[in-house]
């Protein structure tokens, strides 16, 4: 059974608490040893980790490159009796596509609908986005299909990682094609949107297309 917020929330305690915002706050100055440091140090002490601090050290694997630690702490928040939940899982994700693993993103993403978790948006922009920068394309843009069929919008980073994936095969007309898709759609391209179309184009040497 998976455990809802305020479950999770009165679980935690006020010294827990303290120490998960203090590792966040850590973290984002990017000092990972840091982190997983004080992580153990707080075990040492009898400091039981909630999910959101188990999510936390998670992370800071996944920014070292080490998703494999990251695998080994999931086994951690089942035996505390948590569940992971859809964040923990994206972070996953997205360390094995870091580390080029795609076939071992795809089993994990596998796993993850037919137990029953429910994709976010961003689940699918991280599966898009991985399969497209490692060169598998079309195996994207059939993921991509199948969120629209599952009435999940794509969100901008979707439509630019396919544009990136197009435009680095050479593939400018499927790309400025995405790109028109993306507006007709409602969803606002942003600065790496066009990025990418003038990269693809001045690497293609269609300057006036650039321009």
């Not at 689940?123 to 994207?140: H, P, S």
């Not at 593939?171 to 600065?191: I, S, Y």
């Amino acid at each position: 059974m998976r455990l809802g917020f305020f479950e999770i929330q009165l679980r935690r305690s006020p010294l827990i608490l303290l120490f998960t915002q203090l590792l966040g706050a850590i973290c984002k100055l990017k000092e990972y040893s840091t982190v997983i440091t004080m992580f153990k140090a707080m075990d040492s002490k009898g400091i039981r980790p909630d999910l959101i601090t188990f999510s936390t050290i998670i992370n800071c694997f996944y920014q070292m490159g080490k998703v494999d630690f990251g695998f080994a702490v999931v086994g951690n928040i089942f035996k505390s009796g948590f569940e992971p939940n859809i964040v923990i899982f994206n972070t996953l994700l997205k360390g094995l596509f870091k580390e080029n693993r795609v076939k071992h993103a795809i089993k994990l993403f596998n796993k993850m609908t037919e137990n029953g978790y429910t994709c976010s948006d961003f689940t699918y922009g991280t599966m898009v986005d991985g399969l497209g920068k490692t060169g598998n394309v079309d195996q994207a843009i059939k993921l991509f299909d199948l969120t629209i069929e599952m009435g999940v919008e794509p969100i901008t980073i979707t439509y630019n990682a396919l544009m990136d994936g197009y435009c680095f095969q050479g593939r400018m007309a499927e790309a400025t094609k995405m790109l028109h898709l993306m507006v007709v759609r409602g969803c606002e391209p942003n600065v790496i949107s066009y990025s990418f179309l003038i990269n693809g184009y001045c690497k293609a040497k269609k300057l006036d297309e650039a321009m």
